[in-house]
């Protein structure tokens, strides 16, 4: 079985990492509880524009090329990829493919076979569908923490580990092909 993963706070704590970043620029106090929408614009104020190139200025630290993985995520995926060829379907912007690649390399090397991104939020790329990124490579299986992905992915027929998170609460999402998961160790559970 192919599986696709997402990267940012699926694989590594992007939202944490960031807000530290932000945090610390604007003399704000923002945590990952905030944010009840994926769109931080919508919390932490601008437009989404603004936020992209928030988002441009973070991608140029060390912070972001040292980001550590989620708890249990190194863990599970040296379990995962000995039963299933994993991918990694990600909507960072292709400008930051190297220093997404190094971070791969630095905690889950020769781990997955191909990294893909869809530009979800480029400045310059249009962005691509998950869903169709996934059926290109034939994956089966995402696990994701967007609901807007996950919804996607689903619509197209694929089973959607959807990780739980405060930007994903205020929806229900209810049996079907959309699962909640709440660790690592339960994607294994499913997958294993």
């Known amino acids: 079985m192919i599986i696709a993963c997402d990267m940012d706070d699926v694989l590594v704590d992007f939202w944490p990492t960031l807000l530290a970043f932000y945090n610390e620029r604007h003399k704000t106090d923002f945590c990952k509880d905030h944010f009840l929408s994926y769109s931080a614009w919508e919390t932490w104020g601008g437009t989404r524009e603004e936020a992209i190139e928030e988002c441009y200025e973070f991608y140029k630290t060390d912070a972001f090329k040292m980001i550590t993985p989620v708890n249990g995520a190194v863990t599970a995926v040296n379990h995962l990829v000995d039963a299933h060829e994993?991918?990694?379907?990600?909507?960072?912007?292709?400008?930051?493919a190297d220093t997404t690649r190094e971070s791969l390399d630095i905690h889950f090397f020769g781990r997955?076979?191909?990294?893909?991104?869809?530009?979800?939020?480029?400045?310059?790329?249009?962005?691509?569908?998950?869903a169709d990124?996934?059926?290109?490579?034939?994956?089966?299986?995402?696990?994701?923490?967007?609901?807007?992905?996950a919804i996607e992915c689903a619509n197209a027929g694929m089973r959607v580990l959807l990780f739980d998170q405060p930007w994903n609460r205020g929806q229900i999402v209810c049996g079907g092909l959309i699962e909640r998961v709440y660790s690592w160790g339960e994607v294994c559970e499913k997958l294993l």
């Open 133 to 149: 990124v996934c059926a290109e490579i034939g994956a089966t299986v995402i696990i994701e923490d967007y609901l807007g992905h």
């Open 86 to 96: 994993l991918s990694v379907v990600t909507g960072r912007p292709h400008e930051t």
């Open 112 to 130: 997955f076979n191909s990294v893909y991104h869809t530009n979800a939020f480029s400045r310059i790329n249009a962005p691509s569908s998950k």
